[in-house]
């Protein structure tokens, strides 16, 4: 089974900026699309931002123009960049692989690999 894990969360304040990092047991990013969940604390699982195997990019409302996503196709490792972080950015946020499609659910439905997760925490 393919493994996906997740690291650089950490507790900062609002205007800050992290870096998120998504690590494969094997170089699957080249295979359809990679994403980038969130969910927040009481909430389901959202997607914030995806890139395709051939470098095409997808952001949600509540992040473009703040976060971006790069890494993948040959590599195995992506990236998730935030910058100018705000409080309604806390959640645990999840590195995914989709096999099958260019275009990921909004809700994870399909997803065909998940990492554990890593928190966000954004202070006023």
């Known amino acids: 089974q393919v493994i996906l894990e997740e690291s650089g969360g950490n507790a900062v304040q609002a205007g800050e900026s992290l870096r998120l990092t998504c690590t494969a047991s094997?170089?699957?990013?080249?295979?359809?699309?990679m994403g980038w969940y969130r969910q927040p604390p009481g909430r389901g699982r959202e997607l914030i931002a995806q890139?395709?195997?051939?470098?095409?990019?997808i952001y949600a409302d509540s992040v473009r123009g703040r976060f971006t996503v790069s890494g993948g196709a040959t590599t195995d490792t992506v990236y998730l960049q935030m910058n100018n972080l705000k409080p309604e950015d806390t959640a645990v946020y999840y590195c995914?692989?989709?096999?099958?499609?260019?275009?990921?659910?909004?809700?994870?439905?399909?997803?065909?690999?998940w990492g554990k997760g890593t928190q966000v925490t954004v202070s006023s």
């Open positions: 094997e170089n699957i990013f080249n295979l359809d699309s």
């Open positions: 890139i395709t195997n051939d470098g095409r990019t």
């Open positions: 995914a692989v989709d096999l099958t499609v260019t275009t990921m659910s909004p809700t994870g439905l399909g997803v065909d690999y």
